[in-house]
């Protein structure tokens, strides 16, 4: 079991609502940490999960009627950690999909405040769970796009989606045109991550005006592309919070070319 | 905890290598079912979490090498649980994206084989994490877009994305209308799923040119879309296996319209 660490803050992602459904690495944070600010939709099964003498702080907003403004969550997290304590910023389902993780984020890096993010189960894949219906098959969908009514979240529709690509060809050129023919920028971000979460974990950030000429990755990879990226540009990509674990990189790379 | 029944077959994601990635739910079926089917990409340190006794099986995949063919597997999963064993169905990241368990759940719906599906941690989460980059925000994305660039699952680029609307707005004739003016036929399954995975769950399934008349969804809740559903609605959904829990309906349901 890992314990919450005095002085850092956990994004952790609360899933859908069944407390089954927290990963193992969310629940071991939860029971360990200090203090606990989290979202109206986090269900009070998840909440109970928190040891009986941690706070545990409701900073929801409803309808934008904001009883905390997001300065004052960004305050009080960078106040907990620096008075010591370990602190867990749960919100529901994944909290990097519509979670408005990213003004946290920041307010977190300008501070200094060691953080790490702790993805959770995203109410797309916890409804296919329910109605067990997989949401891509090779005669019906090739894609999934994930978007919101909620109209305070998506004031421009016109705004591209964020792209994300599993298990990318190998010819990144070709990927590259495709996007720059479609009349993205060279300058929009893009990132590669390999073998994402385990021992040999890779990260490459580029543009992509310049993503042809990346390293192809090591399987299993991931491509993301996109404006909303560009955080991972401004703030950098901090080193990880948790001890590396020996990297072990095969000598060839897995390929299906 | 939750032990993994006899005679039932569970799909499972096995996030995305990282064992603290699993969910808890997960980690407690692994630890007790008598049989285990996993595919290549499942870490090791995953697999481990398997109790001594239990048959740990690969039917991977590689490159299109099929070790096994997807009958193969269809009728171990079959013949496992009607020899009365639990059975894990272990894929990694989420089983529903790019997972090919459509082929999978028809073959265990057919021959009538109890079936439960459990979310995992897809790898656009994951690498978001360690990106520490959110996937939207307000001022640059309003939507994720998650493709393959294996060819074997995408032979049909031009194939219409299955739809996952967060928080749908209450007003489901506005959104139908802007689906069928993008020329999708009113045939096209859809589906409301409501609080899932909490007690109060409910599915109604539905298609396009009905949606507009189906009863606003109570909050939290997502509207999916798009031809993968077809086989939702061939099935059926068929009853849950977990011990229903107490429902409590709000008189008022949430809204912010």
Same sequence: chains 1, 2.
């Avoid at 002085?7 to 940490?33: H, I, K, M, N």
């Avoid at 009986?52 to 907003?61: F, H, P, Q, W, Y």
């Avoid at 389902?93 to 790490?116: H, M, Q, S, W, Y």
């Avoid at 305070?152 to 990144?172: E, G, H, W």
Wanted: hydrophobic residues 45%.
């Amino acid at each position: 079991m890992t314990r919450a660490q005095k002085g850092t803050v956990y994004l952790v992602g609360a899933g859908p609502g069944d407390p089954e459904l927290l990963t193992l690495r969310a629940a071991s944070l939860l029971e360990t940490a200090d203090v606990i600010y989290h979202d109206d939709l986090v269900s009070q099964e998840v909440l109970q999960l928190a040891r009986a003498t941690a706070l545990v702080i409701s900073v929801g907003k409803r309808c934008g009627a904001k009883r905390v403004t997001q300065l004052e969550i960004n305050n009080k997290l960078i106040d907990s950690a620096r008075r010591g304590l370990s602190v867990v910023r749960l919100k529901s389902g994944d909290p990097l999909i519509f979670g408005r993780a990213g003004e946290e984020l920041k307010a977190l890096a300008v501070a200094g405040t060691p953080c790490e993010v702790v993805p959770g189960i995203s109410a797309a894949m916890a409804a296919a769970a329910a109605l067990r219906c997989s949401l891509t098959s090779r005669d019906a969908a090739s894609s999934v796009l994930i978007t919101t009514g909620h109209h305070a979240q998506s004031p421009n529709a016109a705004l591209a989606p964020t792209r994300v690509v599993y298990m990318p060809s190998s010819d990144l050129n070709e990927q590259a045109e495709k996007w720059l023919r479609e009349g993205n920028s060279p300058e929009m971000p893009c990132a590669l991550v390999s073998r994402v979460s385990q021992s040999g974990q890779t990260i490459f950030r580029t543009t992509l005006g310049e993503l042809a000429t990346a390293p192809a990755p090591v399987s299993p990879a991931v491509l993301l592309a996109g404006w909303a990226l560009d955080q991972m540009h401004e703030l950098g990509v901090l080193e990880l919070q948790r001890a590396p674990r020996e990297i072990e990189l095969p000598t060839v790379p897995f390929s299906c070319e």
